[in-house]
């Protein structure tokens, strides 16, 4: 399984110069916050801070094919009484693919991918976690100036009723590639 796809990463990375494009090429690098929205996150887990790294691959003038990794970090709210020495936390590794729609200077940008969700407990002297991958889909619409993007997100991980409904800003600082 790894050698056909470090065989297929590898000729991607050859041909990449010999694609015919006209648009731009960029990664992103930001910071994410987000407040979850469903009943069952917001009594834990109310808002949560990461960052992120986007690559964006030019497709003609208006449109972009992007990859992008966040991980964000929800901490337990202070509201919520756990014994003495006891903590609880949710970490999220979301990897989505999606296509930029540029309309200058905003965007919109539909995403399918999946979320690893990592509940972290800490119990004295004890410490596990427990993790599970949950499809997701999102949708992110931003406004681009000079080199900095500025957007707001909905996602969506996981079945119901568990599921994790989110509404993030992102801040990024826009780097141009030349491939």
Avoid: C
């Amino acid at each position: 399984m790894t050698k056909p796809f470090i065989i297929a990463v590898l000729l991607s990375l050859l041909s990449w110069k010999s694609m015919a494009q006209e648009g731009v090429n960029q990664i992103n690098i930001g910071f994410d916050a987000g407040i979850t929205l469903n009943e069952y996150y917001q009594t834990q887990f109310p808002a949560g801070f990461g960052a992120s790294l986007k690559g964006l691959y030019g497709l003609g003038l208006n449109g972009q094919v992007s990859l992008t990794g966040n991980y964000l970090y929800f901490p337990l709210d202070p509201a919520y009484v756990l014994p003495a020495g006891e903590n609880l936390s949710l970490h999220l590794i979301p990897v989505l693919a999606g296509y930029r729609l540029n309309f200058e200077p905003f965007f919109f940008e539909p995403q399918l991918g999946g979320t690893l969700f990592i509940n972290h407990y800490k119990n004295e002297p004890n410490t596990y976690s427990e993790s599970n991958l949950e499809f997701t889909f999102a949708a992110e619409l931003g406004y681009i100036f000079n080199n900095v993007e500025l957007g707001i997100r909905y996602q969506h991980a996981g079945p119901a009723p568990f599921q994790l409904a989110l509404l993030g800003i992102r801040a990024a600082y826009i780097l141009p590639i030349g491939l």
